[in-house]
Each structure stands twice: as structure tokens, then as C-alpha cells.
Nanobody, 122 residues
Framework: QLQLVESGGGLVQSGGSLRLSCAAS????????IGWFRQAPGKEREGVSC????????IYTDSVKGRFTISRDNAKNTAYLQMNSLKPEDTAVYYC???????????????WGQGTQVTVSS
């Protein structure tokens, strides 16, 4: 059974850093595109970043460019989202997703983790 489990969220002060992890089980992550979405209270889910199976990455949210980095460790079957210089507007539930290819649209993904809360205080 395919499963994605996020971890690493929490409460951090503005300017701080967090690294989110997405542990995959039931399939080999190396063959799939892995992405991160986020949803803030009262807002729609938005694509943050995606990493293809070949290693090409895309940032979908302009506000995180230069601050967030997506990566994967195929040996650990785990993906990561390194978040630096966090701002209060980054506060959201963060989800990891997988599919055969990257897309910035949430409807494109069938497999989602349960999400991890990130709260950035000012």
C-alpha cells in the first residue's frame, strides 16, 4: 500500500528554518515525481515545489524562491523540503504528493500525505 508520511513541522520564529521530511512506503520513490503543496487557513492549496524522477526541480510559488529547496534521498526513500528565512505568511499545512510527473495543480495528484503543520511567528 502506497503511503506518504510527512514530519518536521512545528512552531518557528520569523527568520528561522525547518526541514520537512516525506517518508514513502509501498513503492520506490526514485521512479516518481515528488512535490510539496501547502494550504493556509481560508486559502486554497498551492503548489510549492516539485522534483522529477530525473532530478529536475521547479518552484511554483514565487514567494519561496531562494528560500525553499526540495530534495530527495532515494536510498532512504524520503523527500525533503528545506525551508529557510521563514516568514509568517509561510504558515500552512504542508503536504507531500507523488505522481508520474510534476504539476502545479493539486487535482493532478492522487497520492497525498496527511500533512504537517508549519507555524511561523512574527
Amino acid at each position: 500500500q502506497l503511503q506518504l508520511v510527512e514530519s518536521g513541522g512545528g512552531l518557528v520564529q520569523s527568520g528561522g528554518s525547518l526541514r520537512l521530511s516525506c517518508a514513502a512506503s509501498g513503492f520506490a520513490l526514485r521512479y516518481y515525481a515528488i512535490g510539496w503543496f501547502r494550504q493556509a487557513p481560508g486559502k486554497e492549496r498551492e503548489g510549492v515545489s516539485c522534483l522529477t524522477s530525473r532530478g529536475g526541480s521547479t518552484i511554483y510559488t514565487d514567494s519561496v524562491k531562494g528560500r525553499f529547496t526540495i530534495s530527495r534521498d532515494n536510498a532512504k526513500n524520503t523527500a525533503y523540503l528545506q525551508m529557510n528565512s521563514l516568514k509568517p505568511e509561510d504558515t500552512a499545512v504542508y503536504y507531500c504528493v507523488v505522481d508520474s510527473h510534476c504539476s502545479e495543480y493539486a487535482a493532478s495528484y492522487d497520492y497525498w500525505g496527511q500533512g504537517t503543520q508549519v507555524t511561523v511567528s512574527s
